[in-house]
Nanobody
């Protein structure tokens, strides 16, 4: 059974940094894409960043490119999201999610991801 457990969320002032972690179990990371999504109150789930374990391909939402970095440690089966220069609009619940393969059409489409964690809250104050 696939399990994804996020951690590292918290409250930070604008301009600050946080690093999120997603500990995965129940599957082999090889051949999967693992991603970060976020959802702010009253808004839909937005793809933030994703990485394909086989090639290291990454994709980022334009709103976070240059500020956020996704990485993975396959030896620990853990995904990370380093978030720098945080803005109030980054405030959301952040989720990690997994899908087999690389979603060629839209790597950040929430609908293609099969397994989801419970989320960790990130709050950025101005």
């Amino acid at each position: 059974q696939v399990q994804l457990v996020e951690s590292g969320g918290g409250s930070v002032q604008a301009g600050g940094s946080l690093r999120l972690s997603c500990a995965a179990s129940g599957y082999s990371p090889s051949g999967h894409s693992i991603a970060w999504f976020r959802q702010a109150p009253g808004k839909g789930r937005e793809g933030v960043a994703t990485v394909y374990s086989v090639t290291g391909y990454t994709a980022y939402a334009p709103s976070v490119k240059g500020r956020f970095t996704i990485s993975q440690d396959n030896s620990k089966n853990t995904l990370y999201l380093q978030m720098n220069s945080l803005k109030p609009e980054d405030t959301a619940m952040y989720y990690c999610a997994v899908v087999r393969g690389w979603p060629v059409r839209d790597p950040l489409a929430a609908g293609v991801y099969e397994y989801w964690g419970q989320g960790t809250q990130v709050t950025v104050s101005s």
